[in-house]
């Protein structure tokens, strides 16, 4: 008699999963529900500072018409793009990348392109370069540039951001200030107020970075959550003792104060977003204001900046996670640019500047972040903020900032894929680090690489050996620090 086969029993790969798991690959890229929600509760408090930020940077600045835009409105439409875009970026590309405006091209936007137009005409350029950056992608040519990138080249910009990232959780926390000129010295920034952490701030940053390290060290999950918050908490009830207060008061500087937000409960927690600058664009006046070479210099700027902006940011993001192929390519690279494309145009439209990709997302990835679903977590949140600013007010910088300092360690690491014997390959990507963090600028240290590489390559009679695409990128970086005298002579 013929036994009865028996049926296997499922093993952990076999078991069935949800759609939305298989949709969003949760289970293949070794992630949770779980580790999706705390990655996109750290990726929104580290990067929930552009709320509060953006509105400061644009609400200070007049149009050539001496008007300015409204702080309120601003913070709103800020918040409502970042989460529509950030949940976009999610449900399209499936990747845990954030998105908001863009520091750095927002203030060029406010104190560059918009004294010579209106607000309107300022932020239809922005609208066009998005548009443009989107051809690019639809085209192909913007993935093929990518591509055209050295593996090593890549591995570089990852590490140029992880130190980036970390100065800038430095700066920010004011555990590291710029030195006055008038002091006499020729070192451009020491640790806190003459040398020494005498502010509560700073300490509070120390802390969080301290907390963080031990609770990261002995792998406890949601360790940069957990340091951001319990610093959050420390940071209210020091303010509610010691009343120190914003950095500014009254217009006058106040070095003992919190960086920006100052960690004190509101009284109104919920309020109606003010939306009114929505919309609120005009493509083709400009042409005629400005005269169309400052506007074609204008938008080429604002998509250099963001185009290879946005390709770093990819690349250190995939590489802290894990996602990157054998090419450096993180999944689904094309749909990743489209919105990142049409985040730019998005923030145009709605008055707030270009919209773009936020390398703090690699703190939701170091807490576990791999799909999408952490985006859907952290554009709630965004959305969610445009009814309760108040609240999102609470976590200051000196809370944030730890977990971009512990982020910046991690994407460190990637240092030793780098052939540093190869000077060929080792010199780009020096430049390519430390230009990132000593220009304040991912667009500088990508440029300087390039170049340098196209260089050397051409100098050794090695020029086949770079894409010709690569030599175009090149020419276009050259154009782009040159743009100050060409933007003279134009003029």
């Known amino acids: 008699m013929t036994e009865a086969p028996t049926t296997p029993r499922p093993t952990a790969d ?23 929600v705390r990655g996109g509760f750290a990726t929104f408090f580290t990067m929930a500072y552009i709320v509060v930020l ?19 409105a601003i913070a709103a439409a800020t918040a409502l793009v970042a989460g529509v875009m950030t949940i976009l970026m999610g449900v399209v590309a499936r990747f845990p990348l954030a998105l908001a405006a863009g520091l750095g091209v927002n203030a060029m936007v406010a104190y560059e392109i918009a004294p010579q137009m209106t607000w309107a005409d300022a932020m239809g350029l922005v609208v066009i370069e998005g548009v443009l950056i989107a051809i690019l992608v639809l085209t192909g040519l913007r993935e093929s540039i990518f591509r055209s990138v050295p593996t090593q080249l890549k591995a570089a910009i990852g ?29 451009p920034v020491g ?88 919309g609120k664009f005009n493509v083709f006046h400009s042409w005629q204001t400005a005269g169309w070479l400052v506007v074609l210099m204008f938008v080429f700027t604002l998509l250099i900046t963001d185009f290879f902006d946005t390709m770093g940011t990819m690349v250190a993001v995939g590489q802290e996670g894990g996602l990157l192929d054998e090419n450096g390519m993180p999944p689904r690279t094309r749909e990743i640019l ?43 949140l965004f959305l969610l903020a445009m009814f309760i600013a108040p609240l999102v007010t609470v976590v200051p910088f000196e809370a944030a900032s730890a977990a971009l300092v512990i982020v910046g360690f991690l994407m460190m690491t990637a240092v030793r894929s780098i052939d540093w014997t190869d000077y060929e390959i080792g010199v780009p990507a020096f430049l390519t680090i430390v230009l990132m963090p000593f220009t304040y600028s991912i667009s500088n240290g990508i440029g300087a690489g390039i170049i340098a ?34 933007e003279t002579l134009i003029s």
């Not at 003459?194 to 390290?213: E, Q």
């Not at 792998?219 to 319990?230: H, Y």
């Open 14 to 36: 076999d078991r069935p999963v949800s759609g939305f798991d298989r949709y969003f690959s949760i289970s293949a890229r070794g992630s949770s529900i779980g580790q999706e």
């Open 54 to 72: 953006n509105p400061l940077i644009l609400g200070s600045a007049t149009d050539a018409s001496g008007v300015h835009l409204a702080i309120a």
């Open 159 to 187: 590490v140029g951001i992880g130190l980036f990232l970390t100065i800038i959780g430095l700066v920010d926390a004011g555990f590291v200030r710029r030195i006055p000129d008038a002091a006499g010295t020729t070192v």
């Open 191 to 278: 640790l806190g107020i003459n040398g020494r952490l005498v502010t509560w701030p700073a300490l509070i940053f120390v802390f969080a970075l301290l907390l963080t390290i031990i609770l990261f060290v002995r792998k406890v999950r949601g360790a940069i959550l957990i340091g951001i918050l319990s610093a959050t908490v420390l940071a209210v009830i020091v303010e509610a003792i010691g009343k120190i207060g914003p950095s500014f008061v009254d217009g006058k500087p106040n070095p003992s104060g919190w960086s920006l937000n100052v960690p004190k409960l509101s009284d109104t927690i919920v309020d109606l977003p003010d939306l009114s600058l929505l």
């Open 338 to 380: 489209l919105v990142d494309s049409i985040a730019a145009a998005a923030g145009g439209a709605a008055s707030v500047s270009s919209n773009t990709s936020y390398i703090e997302s690699a703190s939701g990835v170091a807490e576990g972040a791999r799909t999408g679903v952490a985006n859907l977590v952290t554009g709630g």
């Open 453 to 486: 590489y196209a260089v050397i390559k051409l100098a050794c009679g090695k020029a086949r050996q770079v894409h010709p695409l690569l030599y175009a990128v090149a020419a276009l970086f050259v154009v782009y620090f040159l743009r100050g005298p060409i």
